[in-house]
Structure formats: C-alpha cells, structure tokens
C-alpha cells in the first residue's frame, strides 16, 4: 500500500527543543513499512512556507493512508496537517502518533478529520494496521490503538511487548529526508541509539514511559558504528563541521556500551568527527 508519513512542523516552527531534530520517529517507521514491502514517502514540513505547499505536495503522493506525528507543542500543526489530509483524501485512513496522541488520546481521537490513534511504540502496530487495511480486515485485533467503527470509538487493549532487540529494526529511511538541507539549518545530524528510561524526570514522564516503557533498549555498539559511517560517507565530505548528535534520553545509560562504542570509534578511525550525546549525570561516572 501507498503510505504518507508526515511530520508537521511548519516553517521551523520552535518545539521547545532548542534545535531543530530531523524526525527519526517516523524515518524509523518509514524503513520498517518499506522492508515490509510497503510503498512509503515522507512529508517533512520543517523547509516548508505555507500549508498550501504542503497541501500539493500530499496530494501528489496520494496515499491510502496518511501519517502524522507530533509532540504537544505541535499539536495545532498536526491538527492543521490532519484536517488538510482529511479534506484531501476523505475516503482514506488518517492515523495520528507520537507524544501527542500518546498523552491526550480522547483529545486527539474526538477530531472528525482523525479516524485512528496509534499508543505508544509505532513500528509493528502501524504496520498491523496496514495489513490490515491492504486485506481488507478490521482493527478490533491490533492492540494499541484507538479507532472510530462507524459512530462508535473501540480502544483496544494496550500493547505491551516493545521491540526487544534495537538491532532487528532496519536503519531509519535517511533517503526520504533532506538531510542536507538539514545540515544546512542546523549544522548537526541527529541519531537515536536507544528506547526506554527508567527516570521518573517530571518533564518527561509519563510520557516516556508509556510510549518505549521503564527498560532502557539500546543498538549494540557495532550497529551504532554502521549508522555514523553511513552519515559520514554520504554527507561529512561535503559538509566538515556538522555535529553528530545523538538524543536519546540517557546515552550514557550502560558503561559498558559506552566504552565499547568509544573503542570502535578508535578502531574504525572516526575520532576526527565531533560528536553531541545526552545522558543523565548520574550515568556519567
């Protein structure tokens, strides 16, 4: 099937973040749907002037099903970008995900331009869902989501069994994103190595915990290593003082992964490459 991701942050719009991230949740999503044999497209609105561009630019891909995700902060954007999906394409699926969705779920599903909200950890529930859309089946069997059924809203039950090994996702769909323009904007590339935390930061949770759960799961070292090699041999030639940045919510969480990654980074003659992690402190002993 024919599915849109799409990541609504008009014109650079600030998320609070302090820069501005590439989206990697939905590149995630994009790369597994696609191994999936899937026929997936990205619409990014970071670069974008008006919704009127984004507009032509979704009904140029014309998707079965449309996408988007968002943060809090984003909510009005995500909204704008679902109404527009909905009036575009009214016969077909718009599905919203992310933090949003996760923390205000009747606030998003009660939309008459949103038929479904994915909770929590996307990659194999939206792929169930289009499967399920592709067979012709219904959704009362996929766990995590909420749906409208005519008239009627059916939250199913939650889904609990997060990806376990990190390393059996393939690598985020670098290809359906301007990273340049990106390293362009913000002289940084962005990397998530890991899922999970078992903080209780009032500013995170209970969000984090909902969406990936309290149990930290990490890319091994060596699949972190592939990632940056591809980044750097694709783009840091062209481009010598980007930051590879990594945001995860505690990269520091293991010291044992943390040492082996320095290791390979010396093995593999990366250390010319300036590099950006998060952690907590107390991690970083």
Not at 15 to 43: D, F, K, N, T, W
Not at 181 to 210: L, N, W
């Amino acid at each position: 099937m024919k599915v849109t991701l799409v990541y609504p942050r008009l014109n650079r719009v600030d998320c609070g973040s302090g820069s501005i991230h590439m989206p990697l949740g939905i590149l995630y999503l994009a790369s597994y749907l696609r191994e999936h044999g899937h026929q997936i497209s990205v619409i990014d609105a970071t670069f974008m002037d008006s919704w009127e561009t984004f507009e032509e630019n979704l009904k140029k891909e014309s998707p079965d099903i449309i996408g988007i995700s968002f943060s809090s902060p984003l909510a009005e954007y995500g909204f704008k970008a679902a109404g527009i999906a909905k009036k575009c394409f009214p016969d077909r699926l718009v599905i919203t995900g992310g933090p949003h969705s996760l923390v205000d779920m009747s606030g998003t599903i009660c939309k008459d331009f949103i038929d479904m909200v994915v909770i929590g950890e996307g990659e194999k529930t939206l792929l169930e869902i289009v499967e399920a859309c592709s067979q012709d089946k219904g959704f009362h069997h996929i766990k995590g989501i909420c749906f409208k059924d005519g008239k009627k809203l059916v939250k199913t039950e939650d889904k609990t069994d997060f990806i376990e090994n990190l390393d059996d996702l393939p690598m985020p769909a670098l290809d359906l994103l301007d990273i340049e323009k990106y390293i362009q904007e913000t002289g940084r590339v962005t990397f998530i190595t890991s899922r999970g935390c078992p903080g209780k930061c009032y500013y995170c949770q209970p969000t984090i915990d909902k969406m990936f759960g309290r149990k930290i799961r990490g890319h091994s070292p060596e699949r972190i290593i592939e990632e940056i090699k591809i980044v750097a041999e694709r783009y840091y030639d062209k481009n010598k003082n980007f930051l590879f940045e990594f945001v995860d919510d505690t990269f520091c969480y293991s010291k044992k992964r943390t040492l082996e990654f320095c290791e390979l980074i010396k093995k593999h003659a990366l250390t010319n490459l300036p590099y950006w992690v998060i952690s907590r402190i107390d991690h970083c002993k």
